[in-house]
T-cell receptor
């Protein structure tokens, strides 16, 4: 158990809908990261927050947004869903920022299926 | 830009044989390097990491990796494979000061009895 908690574990929704994925980082971790894992794209970095502020952005679509709240939990919002958004979405956390060699700890992921 | 390449999307070895998973990185400055393992239906678990201390890094479950700057490589090895090692392995690179960890495409390791 990494200590990173993600909900829901599985989600099935229809195209055009909006979903919210939730993440609670490890106790004491200030950084939260979101990754998308799909068969064709592999593990893609989406976005990173540090202590409530956005610090890095990767291949995140404009239909997607995220935030980190004062209690350090984070949410990833996916809207106008398309079939291609079906993937495993990981949240990860680290004590500091990854650019200092800090280890990133991953949750077990949220499986999103868009039908 | 930082990048990482894992040679071989699938590797199959016999139980008890040497495991060698290859990883090459691209970086103009010294990187931090990581190996993660993903078992079916689970998240990624850190095996080991290199942060510019010893070039030979020992990790969990008997795995180790050697940082070779001249070859820009960070290959993962284990002397004797166990059935429980069957999983997907990811190499990842982070450049000092950069705020993201970039992953390779992964190598699926199969262990034959």
């Amino acid at each position: 158990d990494s200590g990173v908690t993600q909900t829901p574990k599985h989600l099935i929704t229809a195209t055009g809908q909006r979903v919210t994925l939730r993440c609670s980082p490890r106790s004491g971790d200030l950084s939260v990261y979101w990754y998308q894992q799909s068969l064709d794209q592999g593990l893609q970095f989406l976005i990173q927050y540090y202590n409530g502020e956005e610090r890095a952005k990767g291949n995140i679509l404009e239909r997607f947004s995220a935030q980190q709240f004062p209690d350090l939990h984070s949410e990833l919002n996916l809207s106008s869903l398309e079939l291609g958004d079906s993937a495993l979405y990981f949240c990860a956390s680290s004590e500091g920022q990854v650019g200092s060699g800090n280890t990133i700890y991953f949750g077990e992921g949220s499986w999103l299926t868009v039908v | 830009a930082q990048s990482v390449t894992q040679l071989g999307s699938h590797v199959s070895v016999s139980e008890g044989a040497l495991v060698l998973l290859r990883c090459n990185y691209s970086s103009s400055v010294p990187p931090y390097l990581f190996w993660y393992v993903q078992y079916p239906n689970q998240g990624l678990q850190l095996l080991l990491k290199y942060t510019s201390a010893a070039t030979l890094v020992k990790g969990i479950n008997g795995f180790e990796a050697e940082f070779k700057k001249s070859e820009t490589s960070f290959h993962l090895t284990k002397p004797s494979a166990h059935m429980s090692d069957a999983a997907e392995y990811f190499c990842a690179v982070n450049i000092q000061g950069a705020q993201k960890l970039v992953f390779g495409q992964g190598t699926r390791l199969t262990i034959n009895p």
